[in-house]
Every structure is written in structure tokens, then in C-alpha cells.
């Protein structure tokens, strides 16, 4: 039979029942004969918990030693998680070891707080697996060439549960959650929200970049680049559920487009309150003022997403952009600290009341009018936009935050995402 990853959310393993559920969903899995390999985040709230005790202790300003004693407090988390979920695996009759991440190894850079996958070496891993085995390993981390303890960021378990199956070469990824596959956006903002049954590749991968909560973009990047069939489907189902029927539940992301997908102009809609606009006020109009400005920003490890030029007067022009919310205050300090005097800038200023809201479609490549009747929407609704950004297939923009709700709810409207037709 086939080699099956499944990843499990911390919700799925938040209580000792849950995580029984989940021992008897996944020994269901082996006893057909499949070659199952498990990665489960921490327990709903743990690592929340974790991080907590080390702010009450150094409430100060990060540093990058204190980045690694972070990770390193961040990993117990999962290594709770496997050991458990292996205790209770065993209890179903079902042989079952778990592993960190440091012992298949899961090879990282040294981003502290932030690493990146470099290797996995599958060696013990699949020796388990031919000895009938079912194998867990801690989603969200790693090692460095150093031998310390690192962390993937926030969402991190989905992308070591696709990495770990592109190393294993795993027949299919299913990725349980809380809910039971991508829709349309967010149910509790519009309840009359659908369920997509499938999703290409490409929508997925802007809508987890645009802030779409499924899956967390590197896990996107990680099948897209390795080619790694991904199901998005729910672990709340009863645990007992006919496998064929499981195996077609939830959301497939897929990497062929076809004829249904091109009926839809508009698949889903996207929204981020995660998001701070910084502007630098009177900077030269020349070459190269980019780069002096979100060259530190990058060198800090800070992510920058959509950013905007104001035309030039008088040969000074204002350059915004925006970052996570919560690296709003460091960029601040490192742009007022350094940067704004080297560039002699007027003002360096900062907004955390906004939000992003996109609308995303593989259809857009061949419909034309798209985005006017975006604006028009939001115009209708007294919706002012402050940024835009576009490309192929989704448009995005940035809006006060406290228009997030209503914006959403009048897209989803306006492209009639409620219809059956609509289904991507």
C-alpha cells in the first residue's frame, strides 16, 4: 500500500481524548496496509504557554541570543505532542515510534525563530517504516549545522509534514484541521461561505501569502516545488469514517487546471489583519533610495510585502510599505535609528490599524474587468484603499481595518462566490 503523511493541527491534539482520536484514525490508516508517517503540532495553546514564561522573563528586546533560547523552549511543545500520540498508538495495538527533529535529522538553516528546511535525511525513518512502524515526528522544527534547536515560525508543522513527504515521497499529504477544507473565505465573517472542493495550486498559494489561515505559505511553496499532492480535510469527523470517503473529503490542491476552474473568475477571498504600514516621509527621488531603505529591513530578517512610491515633488517622494504587525516597532527603531538620517528623511511614521483584503482566481488570467469591479465595490461601500497590488491572479489591498468585515462580505457578494457555480 501506499506511504501516507498526515499532520495534525494543535487543536486536533488539544486533550488526551483528542489525541486518542487521533491514535484511532491514524491505526485505522495502518491496519489497511498503508505506510503511515505522522507529524502533529503541539497542543492547542502549549506553545502559546511557552513563549509567555520566556516574555515574562526577558519582556527586553529580542536578541539573536535569545532567539535561540526561544526555539529551544518553543520545541517542547511537539516533543510533547509525539510522545503522547505514540503512547496512545501503541495502546490501539499499533507499533508506533516517534522522533525530533534533531533525530531523523531535519537539517535547517540558523534563522532562529524562523528557519528554513535544508535537508531530511529519511534514513531511520523509513527502517521504522519497513519494520511495520508507524513513524512520528515533530512538525515545526529542526537543527543547525551547529546541533541547536531551531524553529520554522509560526505554522511551521505544515511545512515539515510537506517537506517530510517529499523526502519520503509520500503518495499523498493529508493535513487535518479544525475545519474541513478551504472555502470561499472565512465562515465566521460570511456564513454564506463554500467549501471548495478543489483549488489549483497557484489560488492556494496566494491565498495562504494573502492570509488565508488553512495553510501556511512555505507549506504551499514546499508541494508546489516538489510536487506533493495536498488534501486539507478535517480530523473532527468520526474517526471511524470509510477510508475511500475520507480520501475524497476536504479540499484537493491540485496542479492542473481544468475547464470548471476557468468558469471561475473569482475563487476566494483573502483577508490579513496581521499587517502594519510603515512610510518614510521625504526621502531623495533617486536610484538606489530603495534599496537604502529595505535593505536593513531585509538584513533583519523582517518580511516586506506590498509597497508604493508616491510620485516625486520637488525631488523628495514618500515610500511606504508594510510588514507583519508585530515587527512593526523594530522596523520603526531600526529605520528612525539609522536608516532615516542616512537618507535625510522628513519623518519615518508607522500604522497598525490596517488590514489587507485580495481577491484570488485563476480565472482572472482571462477575464478582464476584475479589479475595476473590486473598486467599485468598495467605493460603493465608502471604502477607502490605500495600497494596491495585483498580479495574475489576485488583487490586493490595503484598508482600514475597522472596513475589514464589511469589505469582505460585499466582495464575496458582488462576485457571487455563494453559487455552486462558482465551485473551483
Keep these: 500500500m501506499a506511504l501516507i503523511v498526515h499532520k495534525y493541527g494543535g487543536t486536533s491534539m488539544g486533550s488526551t481524548d483528542r489525541i486518542r482520536n487521533v491514535a484511532k484514525r491514524v491505526a485505522k490508516w495502518a491496519r489497511t496496509g498503508h505506510r ?17 514564561l520566556a516574555k515574562e522573563l526577558q519582556p527586553s528586546q529580542v536578541t539573536p541570543q535569545s ?22 498508538l501503541q495502546a490501539e495495538g499499533t507499533p508506533a515510534v516517534s522522533y525530533t527533529g534533531w533525530q531523523v535529522p531535519i537539517k535547517t538553516d540558523s534563522a532562529y525563530t524562523k528557519a528554513r528546511i535544508e535537508s531530511i535525511d529519511d534514513t531511520r ?35 515539515s509534514a510537506v517537506a517530510v513527504a517529499a523526502a519520503l515521497k509520500a503518495a499523498e499529504c493529508l493535513i487535518y484541521t479544525d475545519v474541513d477544507g478551504v472555502y470561499t473565505t472565512d465562515p465566521r465573517v460570511v456564513p454564506q461561505a463554500r467549501l471548495l472542493r478543489t483549488v489549483s495550486f497557484e489560488e492556494m498559494l496566494e491565498m495562504a501569502s494573502l492570509g488565508s489561515k488553512v495553510l501556511q505559505i512555505r507549506s504551499v511553496e514546499f508541494a508546489g516545488k516538489y510536487r506533493v499532492p495536498l488534501r486539507v480535510l478535517s ?36 483577508f490579513n489583519r496581521d499587517e502594519a504600514k510603515v ?26 510585502d506590498m509597497i508604493i512610491q508616491n510620485v516625486s515633488r520637488d525631488g523628495k ?21 539609522s536608516v532615516a538620517p542616512s537618507v535625510g528623511a522628513a519623518l519615518v511614521d508607522g500604522d497598525a490599524r490596517i488590514c489587507k483584503v485580495s481577491i484570488v482566481g485563476i480565472g482572472m488570467k482571462s477575464h478582464v474587468g476584475v479589479a475595476a469591479r473590486m473598486f ?8 477607502n484603499i490605500q495600497m494596491i497590488s495585483t498580479s495574475e491572479i489576485k488583487t490586493s489591498v490595503v484598508i482600514d481595518e475597522k472596513y475589514m468585515e464589511l469589505a469582505v462580505r460585499a466582495l464575496h457578494l458582488a462576485f457571487e462566490l455563494d453559487r455552486e457555480s462558482q465551485t473551483a
Design 36 to 52: 503511515m508517517v505522522v507529524v502533529p503540532s503541539a497542543m492547542s495553546g502549549e506553545t502559546n504557554r511557552l513563549l509567555g
Design 67 to 88: 532567539l535561540r533560547e526561544l526555539d529551544m523552549i518553543a520545541c517542547a511543545g511537539e516533543q510533547v505532542s509525539v510522545g503522547l500520540l505514540a503512547l496512545a
Design 125 to 159: 525513518v523509513r527502517a521504522d517504516l519497513d519494520a511495520g512502524r508507524v513513524v512520528i515526528i515533530t512538525g515545526f522544527q529542526g537543527i543547525d549545522d551547529r546541533g541547536y534547536l531551531t524553529t520554522l515560525g509560526r505554522g511551521g508543522s505544515d511545512t
Design 235 to 270: 480530523s473532527f469527523t468520526p474517526w471511524d469514517i470509510n477510508i475511500e470517503e475520507e480520501a475524497r473529503s476536504g479540499t484537493l490542491i491540485t496542479f492542473e487546471e481544468d475547464e470548471k476552474m476557468e468558469k471561475a473568475v473569482v475563487s476566494g477571498i483573502a
Design 279 to 304: 512610510t518614510v516621509q521625504g526621502v531623495p527621488d533617486k536610484p538606489g533610495i530603495a534599496f537604502q531603505i529595505l535593505g536593513p529591513v531585509a538584513e533583519a530578517n523582517i518580511d516586506v
Design 317 to 337: 517622494t514618500d515610500f511606504s510599505f508594510t510588514v507583519p504587525r508585530n515587527d512593526l516597532a523594530r522596523v520603526l527603531d531600526l529605520l528612525r535609528a
Design 376 to 383: 467599485s465595490t468598495l467605493s460603493n461601500e465608502g471604502i
